[in-house]
C-alpha cells in the first residue's frame, strides 16, 4: 500500500538504506527471501556433564608451608621456538592457538576465561584448559628503591610456545 508523505519524512525514509524505498512522496515496504543452509550436525560430540567452563587458576602458587617461592632468572629461552608436545586439538574441535611465544600473566588467563564464560551455551558446549596455571616466579623492585637491593616477588607467569592448542 502505498500513501504520499511530508517531504520530511520521505527524506528519513530514504535513509534507512533497504528497509523501505521512498521515492517522490510515495512509500513502498521491500520484502526479500533468504535462503538459509541448514546447519551442520553435532549429535555425535559428548558434552562433559561434570565441568563445562573453564577453572579458576590462582594468582600466585601455593607451596607448603614450609617452602619459599623460588627465585630464577628470566628464562626467556623458555619461549623461544614452537611448541613440540601439545601441537594439536584433543578433540578436534575448536580452540585458541598461540601464533608467537610470550607470557601470559594471570590477568590474561582471566579474560580469556570471563570471555570464554560470557560466550559459551552450557547446554551445547564446554570448554578445557590446555596450558597450566601460572607458575614462574617475576621479580621486581618495590616502588621508591634503588638499584642493588635485591629482588621481591612480583608474579607468577605461564609461557605457551608458538602452536600450541591452549584451549577449545
Request: with cysteine.
Amino acid at each position: 500500500m502505498a500513501s504520499i508523505l511530508p517531504r520530511e519524512f520521505t527524506r528519513a525514509l530514504a535513509r534507512t538504506r533497504g528497509l523501505c524505498s521512498a521515492s517522490i512522496g510515495v512509500w513502498t515496504q521491500k520484502a526479500g527471501y533468504k535462503n538459509f543452509p541448514v546447519p551442520p550436525n553435532y549429535d555425535h560430540i559428548e558434552v562433559p556433564t561434570e565441568r563445562q567452563r573453564l577453572k579458576f587458576y590462582q594468582k600466585v602458587p601455593q607451596y607448603p608451608g614450609n617452602v619459599r617461592p623460588p627465585k630464577m632468572t628470566k628464562r626467556l629461552d623458555l619461549i623461544r621456538g614452537e611448541e613440540e608436545i601439545h601441537r594439536d586439538l584433543l578433540l578436534k574441535q575448536y580452540g585458541i592457538v598461540a601464533r608467537r611465544g610470550g607470557m601470559l600473566r594471570h590477568g590474561h588467563l582471566e579474560m580469556i576465561r570471563m570471555t570464554i564464560a560470557r560466550k559459551i551455551n552450557m547446554s551445547k558446549m564446554f570448554a578445557i584448559w590446555r596450558i597450566d596455571a601460572p607458575w614462574k616466579p617475576i621479580t621486581k623492585k618495590g616502588t621508591g628503591q634503588a638499584d642493588g637491593r635485591g629482588e621481591g616477588l612480583h608474579r607468577p607467569l605461564r609461557h605457551p610456545h608458538q602452536g600450541r592448542a591452549c584451549h577449545h
